[in-house]
């Protein structure tokens, strides 16, 4: 019987895998927050979402398929919700020389305290999901000869 041959994960495999798990985890956090605590996202969290969750399936089928085609299709979708976080975020810190519009004590609102986790505000950690998963995709890959 012949034994099958252990594959070792190439550092590419790695970073698209990290990228993936990234974007299951921000997924999974923002429905759990929508959907099981009831709490309604900001109209600048709704479009970071919009950028989000379609990474889910593409960095997962670009894995699965070993083909590391997610590149042209995510690159610009992680771009788009890396700025729109960043706004956020600016708008959070008070950088950004506006009120918080979509944050407001009347509807949906994501700065207030009940919408910390690990001790950040949402905002700030979906700032941070969006950086790592472009660091994840821009890494050279390597040596190619």
């Known amino acids: 019987m012949a034994k099958p041959e252990s594959q070792a994960l190439s550092c590419e495999d790695i970073l698209l895998l990290a990228a993936f798990l990234i974007a299951l985890a921000a997924t999974l ?27 889910v399936p593409i960095l997962g089928l670009s894995m699965w398929r070993g083909d590391g085609v997610a590149r042209p299709y995510a690159v610009p979708m992680t771009l788009a919700g890396l700025a729109l976080a960043g706004w956020h975020a600016g708008l959070y ?4 020389p506006e009120a918080i519009v979509p944050c407001t004590t009347d509807g949906p609102s994501c700065s ?31 040596n190619q000869t």
């Open 93 to 96: 810190l008070g950088i950004v």
């Open 29 to 55: 956090g923002a429905l759990f927050i929508g959907e099981v605590m009831g709490q309604m996202p900001c109209t600048l969290c709704w479009y970071q979402r919009i950028a989000m969750f379609p990474l």
């Open 112 to 142: 207030g305290p009940s919408q910390m986790i690990f001790g950040l505000p949402i905002p700030y950690l979906s700032l941070a999901a969006f950086a790592a998963i472009l660091t994840c995709l821009l890494v050279p890959k390597g």
